[in-house]
Every structure is written in C-alpha cells, then in structure tokens.
C-alpha cells in the first residue's frame, strides 16, 4: 500500500513557476514509477509528466515539454514537478501517481493517487 499526498499548488500569475511535491508513505517508493496528472473542470484527466523507478527516464506530454520538469528523490520519499512559464492553460487539479509498472502515460495503469493540488494560473 502507498499513501500519496501533494503539496505546493497555489495561484500564480502567467508566467510564473510553481514547484509541486509528492510525499509517498511505505518502503518501497523507489520500485514505483510515478507521474503527475492533472485534470480541469469539464475534462479528462490527462498525463503530464513521468519518472521512472530509478530516476533515469523521464516522460512529458508535448504541452508541457520545455517548461516543466520532473524528479524524484528515493531517500525522501518525494517525487516534485517543477513547473515554470506557466500559463492558464495549466490551470487545473494535479495528481501525483503509483504505479509497478511502466505503462507511464496511461491512467489505468497507476494503482495509487493521491487526493490532488489545485493550481490556478491567472492572465
């Protein structure tokens, strides 16, 4: 079992960076790939950004590619998504996720979710 929990959404202005944290609970975090998700009001959720394992591959959807950066620290538990020049388009509910696997775009695949950070990017 692993217990996801984010932090650092906010409200930024367009242009501006924010940093997400995922704190994940148990032993084993550094066997599971994680992502970041995000969903906006009336719309799917949709893939982000994803690391691997280890932290030696990472994937981006191609809105976000250039701007936002993700990593992951195994001795802390903690994957971030560092996210910069940030417009409205970004605005939605982020999710960090758990999966064994590495099926990393699809949301089938993640087995574990936390309960998501409101981002907000205002014009």
């Known amino acids: 079992q692993v217990q996801l929990v984010e932090s650092g959404g906010g409200l930024v202005q367009a242009g501006g960076s924010l940093r997400l944290s995922c704190a994940a609970s148990g032993r084993t975090f550094s066997s599971y790939a994680m992502g970041w998700f995000r969903q906006a009001p009336g719309k799917e959720r949709e893939f982000v950004a994803a690391?691997?394992?280890?932290?030696?591959?990472?994937y981006f959807a191609n809105s976000v590619k250039g701007r936002f950066t993700i990593s992951r620290d195994n001795a802390k538990n903690t994957v971030y998504l560092q996210m910069n020049s940030l417009s409205p388009e970004d605005t939605a509910v982020y999710y960090c996720?758990?999966?064994?696997?590495?099926?990393?775009?699809?949301?089938?695949?993640?087995?574990?979710w936390g309960q998501g950070t409101q981002v907000t990017v205002s014009s």
């Open positions: 690391i691997s394992w280890s932290g030696g591959r990472t």
């Open positions: 996720a758990a999966q064994r696997g590495s099926a990393y775009y699809t949301v089938r695949a993640y087995e574990y």
